[in-house]
């Protein structure tokens, strides 16, 4: 039995964050929700280009409906700005870089996930 769409999120997620991690960005927050428009799956600094990183997570099962890359769509970028732009208001933030990432992670049920993290993904 498979598991659940949720779990299988999360653990994307949670790999998503450890690689973030190891390449030395701090994790700030997971699963920000700004009203109704959503959630962003990660914040996080990263110290050496002095930005805060606004990360959208896609995990897929396999490649069969293609790479989780193209699961980030126009709609789903207007979505993540506006998060963004919410969570800066909320906690007062100015004077920064920003920038928007991707980690796309395939799990597939036999052997290693194949996980890709794509810096700078999408402009403000």
């Known amino acids: 039995m498979g598991s659940s769409s949720n779990e299988h999120g999360k653990k994307g997620e949670d790999l998503a964050e450890k690689l973030l991690r190891s390449k030395g960005y701090e994790i700030v927050e997971r699963n920000y929700h700004f009203r109704k428009y959503g959630e962003v799956d990660i914040i996080a600094k990263d110290k050496e280009a002095n930005s805060l990183v606004f990360v959208e997570v896609k995990s ?17 970028v207007k979505q993540v700005k506006k998060i963004a732009s919410g969570y800066l208001f909320e906690n007062e933030i100015t004077g920064i870089n920003i920038r928007f990432d991707v980690v796309t992670v395939v799990l597939p049920e036999k052997g290693k996930p194949d996980i890709n993290h794509y810096i700078n993904a999408f402009d403000y």
Do not use: C, E, H, M
């Open 60 to 76: 897929r099962k396999s490649l069969f409906y293609g790479d989780p890359i193209y699961a980030v769509t126009k709609n789903k």
